[in-house]
């Protein structure tokens, strides 16, 4: 077996071939092109195992060289220590200890997702995208009205007819400043209905839309949440209980202990972003639409803190949303099991 470190990079891809011993075999670099991997591929001793660091070019690459590789992993590039802290660090020198890592099985491996759900995942992103568009379009025209000096209702301004309204009837807005909010208005208008056109194609996915169903039988599971679920989630299986679950959605703060010390630290930064968001903005509204969820944001907020009230909601919430994923059945309260059982 030969292994087989990576340096990706956008124009170009650093590698070092490695026996078992240790030994390089040969190293150098390679055009980042599918062509030019091919013909580099033809080349390589056989069998051979290879790794690299995640990046925003490693999915293509992992789909091209998946096929002809006996082994191929992705390392995680917070863990790779010996790499970010190193006195000397270039390219080639990075390829050979990602070989090192591999070969001596110390790499820090992190789960790469299969095709078909990071394809989906790039949608759901690039709606969260447009999302945060529309919010600062929106903003921007609040910003126009108010240095013009214009009053308005902040509660309609958003609504199309009043908008309409506003500019036809209000003569405070100059005719420099009414092409820039009718542009901004469109681009707003613009942005959600592709939005919208991107959340139905998800729901109605032939992948998706079974386990998107289940999901959403539980209270409070809307669709954007139950989609972040599934594709940032991806194999639920993966993950071995519950709490490796609350820490990859970044629900709980880091572990600083020592003998017999432990300190309490804020969220950890090592987390799944867009599950934390999604998350935690779903668990604030959750009490008002579910029984179960309101008595345990109670139960934590008589502790004096409404903000830990909200992650105990987001956790449990993650319980469930864990418990059902797993199980491939759809949500059903205790009360309900119990008469069902009767």
């Not at 099985?105 to 759900?117: G, Q």
């Not at 949608?123 to 025209?141: E, F, G, W």
């Not at 214009?150 to 958003?158: C, D, P």
Request: aromatic share 6%; hydrophobic share 40%.
């Amino acid at each position: 077996m030969h292994y087989i470190g990576l340096d990706v990079h956008k124009k170009t891809i650093s590698y070092c071939v490695k026996d078992v011993s240790g030994q390089v075999h040969s190293e150098g670099t390679v055009p980042a092109t599918r062509a030019a991997l091919d013909l580099w591929m033809k080349a390589l001793p056989q069998p051979w195992a290879a790794a690299m660091e995640a990046t925003i070019f490693t999915g293509w690459i992992y789909d091209h060289l998946q096929p002809h590789a006996a082994e191929l992993k992705v390392a995680h590039p917070l863990m790779l220590r010996a790499i970010a802290l190193a006195k000397k660090k270039n390219d080639r020198m990075d390829a050979s200890k990602i070989a090192d890592g591999l070969r001596c099985n110390f790499l820090p491996e992190c789960h790469m997702a299969s095709t078909a759900i990071r394809e989906r995942r790039q949608t759901l992103r690039y709606r969260n995208l447009l999302v945060r568009q529309a919010v600062q379009m929106k903003n921007r025209i609040s910003g126009l009205l108010m240095e013009s000096g214009v009053s308005y209702n902040k509660q309609r301004l958003h609504k199309v007819g009043y908008f309409r309204e506003l500019l036809a009837s209000n003569r405070e807005i100059t005719e420099r400043v009414r092409p820039l909010l009718k542009l901004s208005r469109e681009s707003v208008d613009r942005l959600q209905k592709t939005e919208g056109a991107l959340v139905r194609a998800l729901c109605r996915d032939p992948e998706l839309v079974e386990r998107i169903e289940r999901l959403r039988t539980i209270p409070a599971i809307g669709p954007i949440t139950a989609l972040t679920w599934a594709l940032e989630i991806g194999d639920v299986k993966r993950f071995p209980s519950l709490k490796h679950v609350i820490s990859y959605c970044g629900l709980c703060g880091d572990e600083r202990s020592s003998a017999d010390i432990a300190k309490r630290t804020p969220l950890s930064k090592q987390r799944n972003k867009y599950l934390q968001r999604v998350l935690v903005e779903a668990a604030k509204l959750a009490p008002r639409h579910s029984a179960d969820f309101a008595l345990v944001y109670e139960k934590e907020k008589q502790k004096g803190n409404a903000n830990r009230a909200t992650l105990a909601v987001a956790r449990k919430m993650a319980a469930y949303l864990l418990a059902v994923d797993r199980r491939e059945r759809a949500f059903v309260t205790l009360g309900d099991h119990r008469q069902a059982a009767a």
